[in-house]
């Protein structure tokens, strides 16, 4: 079992920045693959990042170059740092864990946090 707690999120002006932070508890963090996803009004869930149990990233292509997704093992602590926002990356911002490697889809998912709002004004 895996508790996930999304912080951090806020308004922003374009071209800022945030970092999010998602504080996990449970056993399994430490092998556990974690991402992030986002979801806009009136849109689906999207894929942002993932990090694996062993740091192995991967981006989608709208945050690729602008977006970092970290952990620390050791604080189960995942974190998102966001540059260069545009006001199309507003939405909720969810932390997700999966025991699946390095996976991009939400249905590999199995634990979910309650997600943290990201509002970037232009």
């Known amino acids: 079992q895996v508790r996930l707690v999304e912080s951090g999120g806020g308004l922003v002006q374009a071209g800022g920045s945030l970092r999010v932070s998602c504080a996990a508890s449970?056993?399994?963090?430490?092998?556990?693959?974690m991402g992030w996803f986002r979801q806009a009004p009136g849109k689906e869930r999207e894929f942002v990042a993932v990090?694996?149990?062993?740091?192995?990233?991967a981006y989608s292509e709208s945050v690729k170059g602008r977006f970092t997704i970290s952990r620390d093992n050791a604080k189960n602590t995942v974190w998102l740092q966001m540059n260069s926002l545009k006001p199309e990356d507003t939405a909720v911002y969810y932390c997700a864990a999966s025991a699946t490697y390095r996976s991009s889809s939400y249905v590999d998912y199995d634990y979910w946090g309650q997600g943290t709002q990201v509002t970037v004004s232009s």
């Open positions: 990090i694996s149990w062993n740091r192995n990233t």
């Open positions: 449970g056993r399994t963090f430490n092998r556990a693959a």
